[in-house]
């Protein structure tokens, strides 16, 4: 199974803040990756899929890159609704597998 | 709008079985793969299954396999998961989400609310 690996597990930040989170896989995964957004007690919620092609309705302040096994997750100016748990995932594989996410605070 | 609402959560002893529903709208649920995932209390996202549109391939997540079974009905709009022989590390808030597939799997968009699973005695 392909294992993901986020880091950091905890970002401490402040509003205007540029933020990069990174995600590694265990092996190359090509640029089927995807990340969301999860805040306490809701469902996640899509913000790029493909590594880098963001979900309509997404501000532009994300964005995301990398191909093969290393990809980040960033955003450019960090906003008060952006605290909030960020997971990737991959889909190369039958059994698609997520990161264990980073919690972006204050 | 699209929307995915779950139902069938709730307190089960271990060894017991539980059946989720989801209720599929505002988009063709015929055409997609869908999927289950779930988050124990405090925890990351974890892949349950997956089912391809007419239901002829299910994959599932190496826990699971030989207790869950994931099923749709195209008719009325449904996925389901039948969760037999629940343990204690199955408590968790379950989410179906539809499936973007490309090749083999996809990204899912969007997510139900999600239904809390609990398994104690």
């Known amino acids: 199974d392909i294992q993901m690996t986020q880091s950091p597990s905890t970002l401490s930040a402040s509003v205007g803040d540029r933020v990069t989170i990174t995600c590694r896989a265990s092996q190359s995964i090509s640029n089927w990756l995807a990340w969301y957004q999860q805040k306490p007690g809701k469902a996640p919620k899509l913000l790029i899929y493909k590594a880098s092609t963001l979900e309509s309705g997404v501000p532009s302040r994300f964005s995301g890159s990398g191909s093969g096994t290393e990809f980040t997750l960033t955003i450019s100016s960090l906003q008060p609704d952006d605290f909030a748990t960020y997971y990737c995932q991959q889909y190369y594989s039958y059994s698609p597998a997520f990161g264990q996410g980073t919690k972006v605070e204050i | 709008e699209e929307q995915l609402v779950e139902s069938g959560g709730g307190l089960v002893q271990p060894g017991g079985s539980l059946r989720l529903s989801c209720a599929a709208s505002g988009f063709t649920f015929s055409i997609y793969w869908m999927s289950w995932v779930r988050q124990a209390p405090g925890k990351g996202l974890e892949w349950v299954a997956n089912?391809?549109?007419?239901?002829?391939?299910?994959y599932y997540v190496d826990s699971v396999k030989g207790r869950f079974t994931i099923s749709r009905d195209n008719a009325k709009n449904s996925l389901y998961l039948q969760m037999n022989s629940l343990r204690a590390e199955d408590t968790a808030v379950y989410y179906c989400?539809?499936?973007?597939?490309?090749?083999?799997?996809?990204?899912?968009?969007?997510w139900g609310q999600g239904t809390l699973v609990t398994v104690s005695s």
């Open positions: 089912i391809k549109q007419d239901g002829s391939e299910k």
């Open positions: 989400a539809r499936v973007h597939v490309i090749a083999v799997a996809g990204w899912f968009d969007p």
